[in-house]
T-cell receptor, first 114, second 113 residues
Framework: DAGVIQSPRHEVTEMGQEVTLRCKPI?????LFWYRQTMMRGLELLIY????????DSGMPEDRFSAKMPNASFSTLKIQPSEPRDSAVYFC????????????FGEGSRLTVL | AQSVTQLDSQVPVFEEAPVELRCNYS??????LFWYVQYPNQGLQLLLK??????LVKGINGFEAEFNKSQTSFHLRKPSVHISDTAEYFC???????????FGEGTQLTVNP
């Protein structure tokens, strides 16, 4: 399997622009997670889905952030409008419910908002 | 609610020395425990996990961890580290009935020659 695939790997944008991050989970996994990693706050869970349905979005910082999972093989995290404090590495991870529910992470999308 | 505390933010060691990275957790119910490793500019990879059974868990790259229920700890150890072990290490906990994984703040392990 190719693993969790994220795009873009790097994104540099101007404040106020819309940013869309993409994720393809491992085939067959029924959970998908979006995390944000910064030096100040470490790894934060933003939102997670089960069978394409958002289960917990309490970690989404504010209304500028939205996430969708239109089907089992694709998810997006959108920031509109973006701000410099959104600069971070955004990780997508997927897992199977059965067993330990080990998370498999993508390589991340590094976002820089100028 | 579950929580994880990694007691050291940075651990510098010399090559071939032993290392222990400390992790304590808090939960009112039974949990699964994990250690993940993150190399520079990469995502997190699973190092090892404790689900049940033997409290001593062996993982990849010669790492092991011991689950201590009475002390609510899950410390990571390696008897002899290599330069290539330089990375950030994350302890994580998940309630056995839940689906949310909670991570600690991370420990940066730096192995010096």
């Amino acid at each position: 399997d190719a693993g969790v695939i994220q795009s873009p790997r790097h994104e540099v944008t101007e404040m106020g622009q819309e940013v869309t991050l993409r994720c393809k989970p491992i085939s067959g996994h029924d959970y998908l997670f979006w995390y944000r990693q910064t030096m100040m706050r470490g790894l934060e869970l933003l939102i997670y889905f089960n069978n394409n349905v958002p289960i917990d979005d309490s970690g989404m910082p504010e209304d500028r952030f939205s996430a969708k999972m239109p089907n089992a093989s694709f998810s997006t995290l959108k920031i509109q409008p973006s701000e410099p404090r959104d600069s971070a590495v955004y990780f997508c991870a997927s897992s199977l419910w059965q067993g330990s529910g080990e998370l498999f992470f993508g390589e991340g999308s590094r976002l820089t908002v100028l | 609610a579950q929580s994880v505390t990694q007691l050291d933010s940075q651990v510098p060691v010399f090559e071939e020395a032993p290392v222990e990275l400390r992790c304590n957790y808090s939960s009112s119910v039974s949990v699964y425990l994990f250690w993940y490793v993150q190399y520079p500019n990469q995502g997190l990879q699973l190092l090892l996990k404790y689900l049940s059974g033997s409290t001593l868990v062996k993982g990849i790259n010669g790492f092991e961890a011991e689950f201590n229920k009475s002390q609510t700890s899950f410390h990571l150890r390696k008897p002899s580290v290599h330069i290539s072990d330089t990375a950030e290490y994350f302890c994580a906990v998940r309630e056995t009935s839940g689906s949310r994984l909670t991570f600690g703040e991370g420990t940066q392990l730096t192995v010096n020659p």
